[in-house]
């Protein structure tokens, strides 16, 4: 079992910066290829990016490539998404989540956070 709690939400203007943080606990967090997804009104849940488990590799949706970067620190339980470059398209419920399965180009989650709301005024 996992448990994630996702931090860092808020309203911002476009062309700023933003950064979540998940913070985890349970076991064997270093054993999990870690992602972030997030959700926009109206829309399905989309893939934003994903870590591997060393943090050595990343993988990134096109919308975000360039803009987004995934980070994770195993010694501390978390796993950080700097936004730079915000645009209001980005407005979504960003949710961290431990994946199932090995690194790829996706993240199937076993385990979800609560999610926390990122706002992109333009």
């Known amino acids: 079992q996992v448990h994630l709690v996702e931090s860092g939400g808020g309203l911002v203007q476009a062309g700023d910066s933003l950064r979540l943080s998940c913070a985890a606990s349970?076991?064997?967090?270093?054993?999990?290829?870690m992602g972030w997804l997030r959700q926009a009104p109206g829309k399905e849940r989309e893939f934003v990016g994903v870590?591997?488990?060393?943090?050595?590799?990343?993988y990134y949706a096109d919308s975000v490539k360039g803009r987004f970067t995934i980070s994770r620190d195993n010694a501390k339980n978390t796993v950080d998404l700097q936004m730079n470059s915000l645009k209001p398209e980005d407005t979504a419920v960003y949710y961290c989540?431990?994946?199932?399965?090995?690194?790829?180009?996706?993240?199937?989650?076993?385990?979800w956070g609560q999610g926390t709301q990122v706002t992109v005024s333009s």
């Open positions: 989540a431990a994946c199932a399965g090995r690194f790829g180009r996706s993240c199937l989650p076993a385990y």
């Open positions: 870590i591997s488990w060393s943090g050595g590799s990343t």
């Open positions: 349970g076991r064997s967090f270093s054993a999990y290829v």
